[in-house]
Structure formats: structure tokens, C-alpha cells
């Protein structure tokens, strides 16, 4: 059974950063484009960044230049380093293949407020 478990996130000021972790028990994991998504509150979940098994990143304009994805084929594991939190960054963020073929995990609240 696929598991989704993301980990890293809290309550930051603008400005700062955060790191998030997604350890995925997935089979096979290298051969999925792996991506970020964000729900913010009353909005429907987004992806804002993606990485393929080699390493190529895309990101969505909001998060452009602020946000970097990485991922760890050996260990499972893909990564969201968020600098220059903003107020519109806030809300809960997941993990999953792009497009999104798995059940979503719990996902981690990120809340960015002075």
C-alpha cells in the first residue's frame, strides 16, 4: 500500500523559511515525477513545484525563485525548501506523483503570519 507522509512544516514569519520533508513508500519511486502541491484555505489543492527522476524542476509562478524541489531516489524522499514565506503561502502542503496517482497523505500546515 502506497504512503504519502509529509513532515516539516509550523508557523513562520514572512520572510522566513521552512523545509519540508515527503517519505514516500512507493514502488518503483524513481520512475515518478514527483511534485509539491498546496491547499490553501477554502482553495483547491495546487501543485507549485515538480521533479523529475532526473532532476528536472518546474515550478509555478508563484513560487518561482523562492521555492526548490529536490528529491532522493535512494532514500524515497522528496523535499521542499520555502524561503521568503508569504502570507499567501499559508496552508497545507502534499506530496504526491504529478499528475497525482496516489491517495494523499495528511499533508503538513504551513502558517505564515507576523
Known amino acids: 500500500q502506497v504512503q504519502l507522509v509529509e513532515s516539516g512544516g509550523g508557523l513562520v514569519q514572512p520572510g522566513g523559511s521552512l523545509r519540508l520533508s515527503c517519505a514516500a513508500s512507493v514502488s518503483r519511486f524513481r520512475i515518478y515525477i514527483m511534485g509539491w502541491y498546496h491547499q490553501a484555505p477554502g482553495k483547491q489543492r495546487e501543485l507549485v513545484a515538480s521533479?523529475?527522476?532526473?532532476?528536472?524542476?518546474n515550478y509555478a509562478d508563484s513560487v518561482k525563485g523562492r521555492f526548490t524541489i529536490s528529491r532522493d531516489n535512494a532514500k524515497n524522499t522528496v523535499s521542499l525548501q520555502m524561503n521568503s514565506l508569504k502570507f499567501e503561502d499559508t496552508g497545507v502542503y502534499y506530496c504526491?506523483?504529478?499528475?497525482?496517482?496516489?491517495?494523499w497523505g495528511q499533508g503538513t500546515q504551513v502558517t505564515v503570519s507576523s
Open positions: 504526491n506523483t504529478r499528475p497525482s496517482l496516489f491517495s
Open positions: 521533479v523529475t527522476s532526473g532532476g528536472i524542476t
